[in-house]
C-alpha cells in the first residue's frame, strides 16, 4: 500500500474499497464508444460501401443521443438506483456495439450506434456519480482522478489493439464491446447500490425533473457551464492537432499521433493527482483556475505552433489541464446535493457532450469565414488562438460566478435550497 500512496496520495485506501473496484471495472468500456473506432473509420468504408464522409455518421450516431438522454438517466439514477441503471447501460451499450460487428448495412449500424449511446449515457455519468456516494472530501477527488485515469490509459491502449484486429477481420474490434456483458453480470451479483451507503433518511425523496429545474441557481449553472469547458477544448485539440502538424509545420501523422498520446498520458496522470491538489489549496478554486488557464495557454501554443516542441508543450498542458479540471469539476457537481446528485453530474455531462459535438462544427465554421482573409494556414492559427483566449475567459468568468473561491472543500450550494 506504500507505493499507492506514494502515487496517490494520503487517500490512495479508496483502491480498497470493493464497491470503487466494481466501479472501475465497470469503466472499462465506455471510453471506447468512440475511441475504439476512430482509428478505423478509413478501413470500415469498404464493408459499409459508404464514402469518407458517411462514415463519420457512425460517430454522430453515437454521440447524439446522449445530449439528451444522459439528463433523464439521471433522473432515473437519482429515483431508482445506480446499480439498476449500470446494468441495462453496461447490457445495451455492451450488445448493441457488438452487434454492429455482425451486419454490412449501413443504417443498420447507425441505428445501432445510435442503441449504443442511450446505453453509454448510462454508465459514466453514473460511475461518476456513484464514486461521489462512496467517498467525500479529497477521498472523493482522489477517486474521481482515478476513475477517469483509467480512462486515459484504457483510451490509448484498446485502439491500438484495435488497429492491429482490423487488419484480420473488421469486425473484431467491435466485439470488444461485448465485454460489457459480463461486467454486467458481476456487478449484479457483487455490486452494493451505492447510493444506500451515501444517503441519509432526509434525502430518501426520489426528485423529479420538475424538482431539479427549481433547484438550479445562477451559481450552480455557471458551474455546469464551465464543467463543458475542458470537453470544448479538448475536442478542438484532437480534430485540429493533425492539421496543424501537417499543413502549418508540414510534419508527419506520426508527430500528430505523438502529441496525442502526449496529451493523454498528461490527463490520466494529471487525474490521478486531483485528490493531491484538493488536499493542497485551501478551495477547489485555484487549482480549477490554474487548470483552465493552463488549457488556454496550451491551445494557444498548438495554434501559434511556431515548432515543433512547442506544440508538444501545448499538448502536454492541454492534456494536464483537461485530467485536472474534469476531475475535480466532477467532485466539486457530486458534492452539492445528495438528493440532486445523479441528475446534476448527468446535466454536466450532457453539457460536455455538446462541448465535444458543436466545437468542431464552430470551428469549421469560423475556419472557412477566415480563409478568404488570412489564408487557410492563417485561418487554422486563428480560430485555435481566438478558441483559447474566449474559452479561457469564460472559464474564470464561470469558476468566480459559481463562488467556488468562497467555498473551502464544499459544495457550492451547501444549504441545499
Known sequence: ???????????????????????????????????????????????????????????????????????????????????????????????????????????????????????????TPVIVTSTGDLFRDSAEATAQGIRFATSGVTMMVFPLVAGVLVAVAWQLPFFFYGISIPIAVVLLLFLDEPRERGVSKEVADRPTVRDLVAYLDARITALLIARALPNAFYTAFLTYNSLVIVRVLDGSPRQAGLLVAAASLAHAAAATQSGRMTAYFSTRFQPLFGATLGMG????????????????????????????????????????SETFRGSLVSLGSSLGRVGSTFTPVLLGAAIHRLRPIVGATGAIKTAIVVLSIVGGALGVLCLVAAGLHRQPHRSVNETGA
Not at 15 to 29: A, C, E, G, I
Not at 45 to 57: D, K, N, Q, R, Y
Not at 66 to 79: E, F, K, M, N, Q
Open 297 to 336: 495557454v496550451g491551445l494557444s501554443f498548438v495554434g501559434f505552433a511556431p515548432s515543433f516542441p512547442v506544440v508538444l508543450l501545448g499538448s502536454v498542458l492541454v492534456g494536464f489541464g483537461f485530467g485536472t479540471t474534469l476531475s475535480l469539476y466532477r467532485s466539486v457537481i457530486t458534492s452539492i
Open 1 to 123: 500500500m506504500g507505493s499507492l500512496a506514494a502515487l496517490f496520495g494520503r487517500d490512495a485506501a479508496v483502491l480498497r474499497d470493493r464497491s470503487f473496484q466494481l466501479l472501475l471495472l465497470t469503466n472499462l468500456t465506455p471510453p471506447l464508444g468512440v475511441a475504439l473506432i476512430s482509428p478505423l473509420l478509413n478501413t470500415l468504408t469498404g464493408p459499409f460501401a459508404v464514402s469518407g464522409a458517411e462514415i463519420g455518421l457512425l460517430i454522430t450516431a453515437f454521440s447524439a443521443p446522449s445530449i439528451v438522454s444522459i439528463p433523464l438517466v439521471g433522473t432515473l439514477a437519482d429515483r431508482y438506483g445506480r446499480k439498476p441503471v449500470l446494468v441495462a447501460g453496461l447490457l445495451v451499450f455492451g450488445g448493441a456495439g457488438a452487434a454492429v460487428g455482425l451486419t454490412t448495412e449501413f443504417r443498420v449500424a447507425l441505428a445501432l450506434r445510435f442503441v449504443q449511446g442511450i446505453g453509454f449515457a448510462g454508465l
